[in-house]
C-alpha cells in the first residue's frame, strides 16, 4: 500500500507547511505501534501516550500524517444522519445506537478541542437535508417522525425560507438538524499531530509493505525499516483490506469535491449574504455543498468504485466538471472560473453501515470504516480502542460494542459489479440533485 500526497485539497493548503517530518529508516522495537495517523491513529495515540507515558509508542503512516480522508472530507461532525434504511422499531433501535456512537463522538471532539485550545472553525449552526424535489417530502417527513421519538431537535423549511438561509432558490424542501457541527477538517487533525505526546513518536511516508505474528510478537515490514512491537492497532480506515486486515467486511470509495475561491463582497451580497451553512442530500448520490466561514463554497457529488491511492489529473478534472455543474444550477450568478482546487478522497463502507472496532488476535486490534462519519467517531473509536488494548473497559467501549457489528461482504468480482450498479442506481435516481 502507498498512497500519493499531493497538494489539490483546499483544506490542506489553508495550512502552514510542516518541517518536523520524519521517514522510517532503521529497524526499531516499540511497546505499541499504531498503523494511520489520521483522527483515529491519533486519538488512539494520544490516549496511549497519556496512558503510558514511559513507553515507547509508534505511529506511522504511507503519506503524510493527517493528509488523507481525515482532511479531505466535507468538515461536518454529525449527529444524525439520513440514508440508513430504518423504518421498523427494531430499526430504529439500532439507529438510535448509531446516535448515540455520534452524540458521543462529538463530545470526543469537544474535549480534545477545549483541553487545547484549538481553532478549528468549529460552528454549531446544525445542518440541512435538502432536496430540490417536492416529492422528496414524505421522506422528510419520515426522517422527522424518527427524530422527534429521539429526541433530535429539527424543523422542515420550504423554498422561500431556503433562500434567505443558503443564497439559493435550488432547494424547495429541507429538514434541518440543530446538532450537527461544522468546521475546518483540516486545522481539527493539525492540531492533533501538534498535540501528541512527547513518547509519541510520529513516521510519515513510510509504507507497510507486509506483518505477521511471530513469538508473541508483532513483526512490520516497511519500504525502509522494520517495527517488532507487542502490540498494534490498525487504523488505515478505507486501506485495512489492502494490510490484510478485516478484508470480507468493508471497502473503499472514491469521492471528489471541489471549493472555490473566496467569493468577492459583490458575490457574496448576490447570493443575499447568508451565514455558514452546510446541505447534505436526500438522496444518497445528491451533491453536499458547504459554505464555509471565509466565504467558499464547497460541492461534493461524485462516488465510485476507482484505483483508491491515486487519481490522475485528467480524472479529477473530469469529476471537476460535475462540480462546476452542480455549482451553476445553484448559484448561477457566480463566475465559471470560480472553482480555485479539485481532490480526491476515500470513504470506507460497510454492508450494514456499521463501524469495525474489535481485537482480531491476541494484541492485535482494529478501528476504521465510519461510512462518512469519521471525524467524531474516528476521534472517539482512536481513544476507546487504545482503552480495549489495554484490557480496559469503559462506558464508551459498552456503547460502541452494542451496536450492530459489520456483516460479511460477497467476494470478488460480485462485490464491484454490485457497488457499481448500487451507485449508478443511486446516480439515477438523485440526477436532478447532483
Request: aromatic share 8%; hydrophobic share 35%; with cysteine.
Amino acid at each position: 500500500m502507498e498512497v500519493i500526497n499531493d497538494n489539490n485539497c483546499s483544506w490542506i493548503n489553508d495550512l502552514n507547511l510542516r518541517t518536523n517530518i520524519q521517514t522510517l529508516s532503521s529497524n526499531l522495537i516499540c511497546e505499541w505501534l499504531i498503523i494511520g495517523a489520521g483522527y483515529t491513529g491519533l486519538s488512539a495515540a494520544r490516549k496511549l501516550g497519556q496512558l503510558y507515558p514511559n513507553q515507547k509508542i509508534l505511529l506511522v503512516d504511507s503519506q503524510l500524517a493527517g493528509e488523507g480522508a481525515s482532511s479531505r472530507n466535507s468538515g461536518y461532525l454529525v449527529d444524525t444522519t439520513l440514508n440508513d434504511g430504518f423504518s421498523s422499531n427494531k430499526e430504529l433501535i439500532n439507529y438510535k445506537k448509531k446516535t448515540d456512537i455520534y452524540k458521543l463522538g462529538i463530545e470526543s471532539v469537544k474535549k480534545f478541542i477545549k483541553e487545547h485550545q484549538v481553532d478549528c472553525d468549529w460552528n454549531e449552526c446544525g445542518k440541512y437535508f435538502a432536496s430540490s424535489l417536492l416529492e422528496d417530502e414524505d421522506i422528510l417527513k419520515n426522517f422527522s417522525d424518527t427524530l422527534s421519538k429521539l429526541g433530535f431537535e429539527h424543523n422542515l423549511l420550504f423554498q422561500e425560507e431556503l433562500t434567505n438561509r443558503l443564497g439559493t432558490n435550488f432547494y424547495n424542501i429541507a429538514l434541518h438538524t440543530k446538532g450537527g457541527i461544522l468546521l475546518h477538517p483540516g486545522k481539527l487533525v493539525r492540531a492533533m499531530i501538534d498535540t501528541l505526546p512527547e513518547n509519541v513518536n510520529l513516521y510519515e511516508n513510510s509504507t507497510l509493505l507486509n506483518w505477521k505474528k511471530f513469538n508473541g510478537k508483532i513483526n512490520c515490514n516497511f519500504k525502509t525499516g522494520t517495527i517488532k512491537t507487542k502490540k498494534v492497532i490498525f487504523a488505515t480506515n478505507g486501506f485495512l483490506k489492502s494490510l490484510g486486515v478485516k478484508t470480507n467486511y468493508n471497502f473503499p470509495i472514491t469521492l471528489t469535491a471541489s471549493m472555490t475561491r473566496p467569493l468577492t463582497d459583490k458575490e457574496f451580497k448576490s447570493i443575499g449574504n447568508p451565514k455558514e451553512w452546510g446541505v447534505l442530500p436526500v438522496r444518497p448520490m445528491g451533491a453536499t455543498i458547504r459554505l464555509t466561514k471565509n466565504k467558499r463554497i464547497l460541492i461534493r457529488n461524485t462516488a465510485e468504485v476507482h484505483n483508491p491511492y491515486k487519481m490522475i489529473q485528467s480524472d479529477l478534472e473530469k469529476r471537476s466538471i460535475k462540480q462546476k455543474i452542480g455549482l451553476k444550477k445553484r448559484f448561477p450568478q457566480l463566475p465559471d472560473n470560480i472553482i480555485q482546487s479539485s481532490w480526491s478522497g476515500i470513504v470506507s463502507r460497510t454492508r450494514n453501515s456499521s463501524q469495525i472496532f474489535e481485537k482480531i488476535d491476541d494484541n492485535i486490534f482494529v478501528a476504521g470504516c465510519y461510512n462518512g462519519s469519521g471525524i467524531g467517531v474516528g476521534t472517539l473509536f482512536g481513544e476507546q480502542i487504545a482503552f480495549k488494548a489495554s484490557n480496559e473497559n469503559t462506558n464508551e467501549i459498552e456503547t460502541i460494542e452494542a451496536r450492530s457489528k459489520p456483516t460479511r461482504l460477497p467476494p470478488q468480482p460480485f462485490l464491484d459489479l454490485g457497488v457499481k450498479v448500487r451507485l449508478m442506481y443511486e446516480r439515477i435516481r438523485a440526477r436532478s440533485e447532483i
